[in-house]
């Protein structure tokens, strides 16, 4: 177990190296699927969880755990930071450093639902995790950025999940997308964006159900986690 996290890790580590070296790739989604398509291939590994015993499947439940935690703080850290230099006006603020936080995002999605299928995420904290990637699916999540000219120009956190989602090479995929593509479709009564009060009962519903048609067997979480805030 520890080397399939190992392997893991290492290929992780390569994913901030991979997307410092091409700045240019969030102009380019078929540059980022080519990328997509190795990330998708490596992460399957994770499926040889199953067969794991029980100790070593809860020793990788909190190896886990507390990774994506720490790694979520560093892109809520980002986040923030992006958030500050356009108030700042920093005009070297660019489309691409918005753009590398939205696919390192998107890429922690992935392997956050790769140890969910494998029965390695308590079902708590995965719905608390989704109703965050569901305010970026909902268009709650832009960042702003400025063009050559210096002109101020904002990225939807909605059209990018959108674009990263159903229209770039994570369509290989179909697992993952078909989640998410469910999450995206969840509406209000009006046919909008489900409201705050309705959100979280509606999001949790839909992970337990998805879970019971996909036999999906989850963690038991040992402590009550709070919902991801940046």
Not at 193 to 199: E, H, T
């Amino acid at each position: 177990m520890t080397g399939i996290h190992n392997d893991w890790q290492e290929i992780w580590t390569g994913i901030g190296g991979w997307l410092a070296a091409n700045h240019g790739l969030v102009g380019d989604l078929s540059q980022f699927g080519q990328f997509v398509l190795v990330t998708v291939s490596a992460v399957g590994i994770f499926w040889q969880i199953r067969s794991q015993n029980s100790n070593s499947a809860r020793e990788e439940y909190f190896r886990g755990l507390f990774s994506f935690n720490d790694r979520f703080q560093r892109l809520a850290d980002m986040h923030r930071e992006l958030r500050d230099r356009f108030d700042q006006k920093d005009m070297t603020l660019s489309r691409e450093a918005v753009m590398r936080y939205y696919t390192q995002y998107w890429l922690l999605n992935l392997e956050e639902w790769e140890y969910f299928c494998a029965g390695l995420l308590a079902t708590d904290t995965y719905v608390a995790w989704m109703n965050f990637a569901y305010a970026h699916i909902a268009g709650e999540r832009n960042l702003s950025w400025f063009d050559a000219n210096g002109a101020a120009q904002v990225l939807s956190s909605r059209e990018i999940a959108e674009d990263l989602l159903f229209h770039s090479s994570f369509r290989a995929y179909t697992g993952f997308v078909n989640f998410f593509r469910g999450l995206h479709d969840l509406k209000s009564h009006d046919g909008g964006v489900l409201p705050q009060g309705d959100r979280g009962k509606r999001i949790a519903g839909y992970v337990r159900g998805y879970m019971r048609r996909e036999n999906i067997r989850p963690a038991h979480s040992t402590r009550k986690y709070r919902p991801r805030a940046a």
